[in-house]
């Protein structure tokens, strides 16, 4: 019965982590589908350079709902810290690598401090004023998600040793924020470069999208 319960909380965690409300927000709000501009990806960077200020705060708000309600979802189903951190990994996975889309999908930030918030607030409160400051400061957001997950990791580790926290919610920032890491890859090499785009600068189009057009262009021809 565990096990079942189980298999339906990772299931309905990675289906509601998948949702694309980057997309569905961008498509509603402009008409235009996100994932042809900046980045590509499906989160509220991307959807506030590409929709708009108010597009990507609903956007990020939907995002951290979804880290939330899957870790509600298996505090009711099973009661324990493991299963509240098997549901937000599941959805951070279903965020990150959408089944709707084919795959695609964000960097897991929002979601995963809203898994982060629902197994204990206070930390989760915290990490998301350190990414929003850094990013309101510096205008990079992805130095503010890499350094609020960094302190997460390590302000969990010190609330297990101090306050005998679960050791479940340290390894979900430990493997979360691996996740969030190596999404972040490319914005890391543009950080150490020092060209990292900034938040308030206009989102290009994609070159594959730039090819598209091209190559409609020339078939009209």
Wanted: charged share 15%.
């Amino acid at each position: 019965m565990v096990l079942l319960k189980f298999a339906v909380l990772i299931l309905s965690s990675y289906l509601i982590g998948a949702i694309p409300f980057g997309i569905i927000v961008s498509k509603l709000s402009r008409g235009m589908d996100i994932r042809g501009y900046g980045s590509g990806r499906i989160g509220a960077t991307n959807v506030i350079r590409t929709a708009g200020g108010r597009a990507g705060v609903l956007t990020m708000v939907l995002d951290v709902a979804k880290g939330s309600v899957a870790v509600v979802i298996a505090w009711c189903l099973l009661h324990t810290p493991v299963a509240q951190v098997v549901a937000a990994m599941s959805a951070m996975i279903g965020h990150n690598w959408s089944v709707y889309i084919k795959f695609q999908g964000g960097r897991g930030v929002a979601t995963f401090v809203g898994g982060l918030a629902a197994m204990y607030w206070p930390v989760g409160l915290g990490v998301s004023a350190i990414v929003l400051s850094v990013a309101a400061l510096s205008r990079y957001m992805s130095l503010g998600s890499i350094l609020g997950t960094v302190t997460a990791f390590l302000t969990m580790l010190s609330l297990v040793i101090l306050e005998k926290q679960p050791v479940a919610y340290l390894i979900y920032c430990g493997l979360a924020g691996c996740m969030i890491l190596f999404q972040h890859r490319d914005n890391i090499r543009r950080l150490c470069a020092g060209n990292e785009r900034k938040l308030g600068e206009k989102a290009e189009v994609r070159e594959t999208e730039r090819g598209s057009a091209g190559n409609e262009h020339g078939n009209s021809d």
